[in-house]
């Protein structure tokens, strides 16, 4: 991207260039003296302004992959503190109240949640589940997910399907 972006603000005015050369060519074929002139002067703001806007837009889009590189240089060596700094502002516990609580084919709790959230259980853990009350849906190590009752310490292990 960077290399086309380059090879454009390069050949912008060759391509500017060449559109002028046509003109110019096309203007000379005139025999008319007064013609002639005005077809040299409606050349001459035409082909300004689109040079002008050309050559502009490359500026802009080589100013702005100079701020990308610019960013990456600043922040070279310290993606694994900005990983960290995201992952501290990212809630670890979320509180949700149970909607309706199903059993699947091989046994295991499905939890929908008011909020339309889907959570299904992963281990075969003695749990009760009760609709209306409120539950805890806290991160655990490695990805992993736990949910327990509000007020109690039984957990047992969920995966969010929705």
Known sequence: MKKALALFALFAPAL???DLSV?????????NDLQR????????????A????????????????????ANSADDFGLERKIQ?????????????VLQKVTTNKQGLMV??????????????????ASEGSVYIVERGMLNSFFMNKEGTNRKTRVIREK
Do not use: P
């Open 16 to 18: 500017y260039a060449a």
């Open 23 to 31: 003109q110019l060519t096309q203007c000379r074929s005139i025999s």
């Open 37 to 48: 002139l005005v077809c040299y002067d409606k050349m001459n703001t035409a082909s300004a």
């Open 50 to 69: 689109a040079y002008a806007k050309t050559t502009s837009t490359a500026d802009r889009a080589i100013s702005t992959q100079t701020a990308v590189v």
């Open 84 to 96: 960290e700094a995201k992952a501290e502002t990212s809630a670890d516990t979320m509180s949700l």
């Open 111 to 128: 939890f929908t949640f008011e909020n339309g959230q889907v959570w299904r259980q992963t281990s075969k853990d003695v749990f009760q």
